[in-house]
């Protein structure tokens, strides 16, 4: 595979399995609930099997009439059949568009008036929800991978043989994304071979010491970095344990049964698996590297983690990026260095692929240890925003890239997050600093938000493990030479307004308490 890779410079999706079964055999894949799109087969399958499946449902969606370029959305329930449709979508060069099943309708149906046309692949739930939007004027065909009403069941095309797989040029667009939409409606990103490939490569040499380790993974299947961690694991033949269901009481025999060596997840979710580290059968005992994306980690969360293995050297992998660049920094954090760590720290660009830098107002340089804003230059970049090229332009400057985060970067070069542009609190220099702080003082909490309220004061919004209430005293000494905050607001952890990635919609948070929806 690596040198196919290096002989065209594109990451294509299509075949990630076929050649992974070709060339590392049968090695198994545990699922945590059957597929959608074939049932039958279980929760115990393997690379060949996976393979098989995606080359099935390729030459099903060709019998429907999919054809090379065209744009099909994959929008259902939650599960590891997303993954195997984009393959499938992409092995006959059509241009899948990974859709979230936590979109609210109206979002989902702003989304697709964006596209020009697509294919839906959907499910009779995901359909109903849809039943306000009206799909005829916005899709070409909806196709089904159960009965659902007013779509076509995939299941009806037999794909006698599977087309032969298409292969389209590294520049074109080979998969599109959302961002987050934590401050609004989400964006599409549109990436091409090429691109992916510039973060892949990275990606796999960091890879390398844990080549062949199981892997365990709870992310979402439709955002681009599981695809990319897909493509690494596959590379070295790691076993695989996907997961869709993060409640511990489940993923903890699970675990304990496979004893994984890398295990990946959101941050929200690291933190509900701390429980884990204590668990019957132990099962992070084996794990040597952990990996953390999407946002950041509190550092409580990474010294349970990384004391809950039995390893000799076990270490925490953290990317800062976002969708629209791939990691533009990474650090790792072991054992002795977690005990110190700065859970601001994020690390440095990612040698030969990326470079970072901190600004001003007016885009000139600050000096280390000032706060701007942080841009990133990477070959990793997206191509644009399907059908928003304007924003995605108002966001570059010379190649440079507007994060939308603040921060700074320390004498040498390490990179340091305060906050999203769009989050800054003026009585607050970093409300992520408040939290990690809050979050090592008080074991029981389970998440905490600052957020701004009606007259830009700092509301913390927290939530606590269970329903116990928050205890008042607790609070108070917690919160000792913190910057004065208003009374804190205690949500359960369900209530809170989250992204695919379990990211907390601050924004919307403080909409709900400025409007008085939820005291």
Same mark, same amino acid.
């Given at each position: ?235 070295? /033949?790691?076993?695989? &344990?996907?997961? %869709? *269901?993060?409640?511990? $009481?489940? @993923?903890? =025999? ?97 040698? /030969?692929?990326?470079? &970072?830098?901190? %600004? *001003?107002?007016?885009? $000139?340089? @600050?000096? =280390? ?113 913190? =910057? ?36």
């Amino acid at each position: 595979m690596r040198q196919h890779l290096l002989a065209d410079r594109g990451f294509y999706l299509g075949p990630v399995f076929r050649r992974a079964a070709d060339r590392h055999g049968p090695v198994f894949v545990t699922l945590d609930r059957p597929l959608d799109v074939a049932p039958s087969l279980g929760a115990d399958l393997s690379y060949t099997v996976l393979a098989e499946v995606v080359e099935e449902v390729s030459g099903r969606l060709w019998e429907a009439g999919v054809r090379p370029s065209e744009q099909v959305v994959v929008h259902k329930a939650d599960n590891v059949d997303i993954m195997l449709l984009t393959c499938a979508v992409s092995r006959i060069g059509a241009v899948p568009v990974l859709l979230s099943p936590t979109l609210a309708p109206e979002v989902a149906g702003q989304l697709l008036a964006r596209l020009r046309q697509p294919w839906l692949v959907t499910d009779a739930a995901t359909l109903d929800g849809l039943k306000g939007i009206a799909l005829s004027g916005l899709v070409r065909r909806t196709l089904s991978v159960d009965d659902a009403p007013r779509a076509e069941p995939l299941a009806k095309y037999t794909g006698a043989e599977p087309p032969p797989p298409v292969r389209l040029h590294p520049r074109e667009p080979a998969l599109i994304t959302h961002s987050s939409g934590t401050t609004g409606v989400p964006k599409l990103a549109v990436h091409c071979a090429r691109t992916m490939w510039n973060r892949l490569v990275p990606q796999q040499a960091m890879g390398r010491p844990t080549r062949g380790e199981t892997a365990a993974l709870h992310m979402s299947f439709v955002h681009s970095r599981f695809y990319h961690l897909l493509g690494v694991l596959l590379h070295f /033949g790691s076993p695989l &344990v996907l997961i %869709t *269901d993060p409640d511990p $009481a489940a @993923v903890g =025999p699970l675990l304990a049964r496979h004893r994984p060596g890398i295990v990946e997840t959101h941050p929200n979710t690291f933190v509900l698996w701390e429980e884990l580290a204590d668990a019957p059968g132990a099962p992070l005992s084996r794990v040597r590297s952990y990996g953390s994306t999407f946002d950041a980690i509190h550092p409580r969360t990474v010294r349970r983690l990384l004391d809950a293995s039995r390893r000799r050297t076990p270490w925490l992998i953290q990317l800062y990026g976002q969708s629209e660049t791939g990691p533009v920094a990474f650090q790792v954090v072991t054992r002795r260095s977690a005990a110190r760590a700065d859970g601001r720290r994020v690390g440095y660009g990612i040698p /030969g692929f990326t470079r &970072v830098r901190v %600004t *001003d107002a007016e885009g $000139a340089r @600050v000096p =280390p240890g000032t706060p701007g804003r942080i841009e990133a230059r990477t070959r990793g970049r997206i191509l644009t925003y399907l059908g928003l090229p304007d924003r995605y332009d108002r966001q570059l400057t010379d190649g440079w890239w507007e994060m939308g985060d603040m921060g700074y970067r320390d004498r040498l070069g390490a990179l340091y997050l305060i906050d999203r542009e769009v989050d800054r609190i003026d009585a607050v220099h970093s409300n992520l600093e408040v939290e990690d702080t809050l979050m090592s003082r008080l074991e029981e909490l389970r998440e905490v938000v600052i957020v701004p309220g009606a007259d830009r004061e700092p509301v913390p919004v927290v939530c606590v493990r269970g329903e116990r209430p928050l205890d008042p005293e607790r609070w108070r000494r917690a919160t000792a030479g913190l =910057p004065a905050m208003a009374e804190p607001r205690q949500w359960r952890f369900e209530e809170l307004p989250m992204t695919a990635t379990w990211k907390v919609k601050r924004v919307e948070i403080a909409r709900m308490l400025t409007e008085g929806v939820r005291a």
